[in-house]
């Protein structure tokens, strides 16, 4: 559609979701993921009682993107390069780009 349609923002949402379930489809069988503990609702970082997880990758606000990358200090080096190569081909695959401009990022 044009600036302006309405059927525009369905589009991209809907494009955008499917993007972002590929996201972690691919960062899941790569082991980049994020387990959250909790017990009683709470978030627990450390509990002797029996924990349930959520695994938990990203935040979206409309078409902004934060992606959560918790490992070990030595492993940031791999596990960001290969996340942000999953998100660079995903995004390509939808025919849509990281805007790296000033601000941004």
Not at 47 to 68: G, I, M, R, W, Y
Not at 69 to 91: A, N, W, Y
């Amino acid at each position: 559609g044009r600036q302006g349609c309405k059927f525009g923002c369905v589009l991209f949402n809907m494009c955008y979701a499917m993007a972002l379930q590929e996201i972690e489809r691919r960062a899941t069988q790569q082991g980049i993921t994020l387990q959250l503990a909790y017990t009683k609702g709470c978030i627990q970082t450390r509990s002797h009682e029996p924990l349930q997880t959520a695994t938990v990758l990203e935040a979206t606000f409309v078409d902004d993107e934060a992606l959560v990358l918790i490992c070990k200090p030595s492993e940031v080096h791999t596990k960001l390069t290969k996340l942000m190569g999953i998100v660079r081909e995903v995004f390509a695959k939808y025919g849509m780009s990281i805007n790296w401009k000033a601000g941004k990022t």
